[in-house]
């Protein structure tokens, strides 16, 4: 079994749609491990996303994702990380799959619902970002 991270975010919060996203979720064989409904602060969400502080969306992306709470999550299961990553469907909502989260929620490519994790490595650094080994239960 391994492990993804996920984020519901604000304007799926905001909607009220979480129980639907993690419908598809738990519908697809990942089994929802650990769960919290979070504020970001900006620090926290400014550590979380550092790798892109030099881009030009950033304070954008940061006001965002403190604009509202939001659903952090360990996912687990077969293949995590690239399931979860085909289940969201592209960043760009327009280019998603049919039945993908982000298809079938997103706004817009920033307010596109959910996160994931795109790699075993990052997924590793992101649980540990937010969750403690014994908020995990599997």
Do not use: C, W
Not at 86 to 115: C, F, W
Not at 129 to 137: L, N, R, S, V
């Amino acid at each position: 079994m391994k492990r993804t991270f996920s984020i519901i975010k604000p304007d799926a919060t905001k909607r009220n749609i979480t129980g639907a996203i993690n419908k598809i979720i738990e519908d697809n064989e990942l089994k929802i491990v650990a769960q919290k409904r979070i504020q970001l602060s900006r620090e926290k969400a400014e550590g979380f996303y550092f790798v892109h502080k030099d881009k030009p969306f950033f304070n954008e992306l940061i006001d965002y994702m403190t604009s509202g709470p939001v659903i952090i999550q360990v996912l687990e299961g077969e293949n995590a990380i690239e399931k979860y990553r085909k289940i969201m469907g592209a960043t760009n909502p327009q280019n998603a799959d049919s039945g993908t989260i982000r298809k079938e929620y997103a706004l817009n490519i920033q307010e596109n619902s959910v996160h994931g994790s795109d790699s075993e490595e990052n997924a590793r650094i992101e649980i540990n970002y937010f969750f403690k080994e014994d908020e995990i239960i599997t």
